[in-house]
């Protein structure tokens, strides 16, 4: 079955970096766009960043120029690089692919506070 497993949260000052990571199973990890997503209590879930089978990527306008995302097709594992990050990134961030339906990790504590 599919399975995202997410790893990296944490506390970070403003400023700071941190990398996600999401460990994919039960799929052919090659075929598939990934991304990440995150949400706040009382907000809807908003995608981040997205990168499709072919490398390409797109982002959300209030993380260009700070977040990054790459995927490592050996290791089945696609990966979030948060820097320069800002208070209002504070989220419980979520990997996710679509095959047929949404899938999604169990989600991962970012807290950006000083």
């Known amino acids: 079955q599919v399975q995202l497993v997410e790893s990296g949260g944490g506390l970070v000052q403003p400023g700071g970096s941190l990398r996600l990571s999401c460990a994919a199973s039960g799929f052919i990890f090659s075929n598939y766009a990934m991304a990440w997503y995150r949400q706040v209590p009382g907000k809807q879930r908003e995608l981040v960043a997205a990168i499709t089978r072919g490398g390409s990527t797109n982002y959300v306008d209030s993380v260009k120029g700070r977040f990054t995302i790459s995927r490592d097709n050996a290791k089945k594992t696609v990966y979030l690089q948060m820097n320069r990050l800002k208070p209002e990134d504070t989220a419980v961030y979520y990997c996710?692919?679509?095959?047929?339906?949404?899938?999604w990790g169990q989600g991962t504590q970012i807290t950006v506070s000083s």
């Open positions: 996710n692919t679509m095959i047929g339906r949404q899938y």
